[in-house]
């Protein structure tokens, strides 16, 4: 019997991504945004005219971050340094603990993760759970539910 599970299509990312653009404009910045399925794996990613190359790598690891945890980058990153252990304990290289990766819950499932780079940690969070709220399906949030 096949499984299906929801996650997050083109059409959210491109809405969340738009949501994020839009906010960007208005304060004069720019960041590189990337939308994860449930899995952790890339559906979009955008580096806005300006962004910085390396926050490429640093978004998307955000985004898988906080699908595969299935909590925001910097509640990882404060448990880690409550714990005094490295990201590396998590046995993934492609794990971040920087601030600004959310996940995406319907209901009481993560159906993906949106992640800012380029900005402060609480800019990017704050600015990832905006694009959330863009995102055209009904019933998502950055908390469970």
């Not at 910097?74 to 880690?80: F, K, N, T, W």
């Not at 380029?118 to 863009?134: F, N, P, R, T, W």
């Amino acid at each position: 019997r096949m499984m299906l599970e929801p996650t997050l299509g083109h059409d959210d990312a491109a809405a969340a991504i738009d949501a994020i653009r839009a906010e960007l404009a208005a304060r004069g910045r720019t960041a590189v945004i990337a939308v994860a399925d449930a899995h952790g794996e890339l559906v979009a990613l955008a580096r806005l005219d300006g962004a910085p190359v390396s926050s490429v790598a640093v978004a998307t690891a955000k985004a898988r971050t906080a699908a595969r945890l299935r909590r925001p980058t910097r509640v990882l990153g404060e448990q880690i340094r409550a714990r005094g252990i490295a990201v590396a304990y998590y046995a993934d290289p492609q794990l971040t603990a920087f601030g600004g990766g959310v996940p995406v819950w319907s209901g009481r499932q993560v159906v993906g993760a949106i992640a800012v780079s380029g900005l402060s940690d609480q800019e990017d969070e704050e600015l990832a759970a905006l694009g959330i709220a863009g995102m055209p399906t009904r019933g998502l949030s950055a908390a469970a539910g």
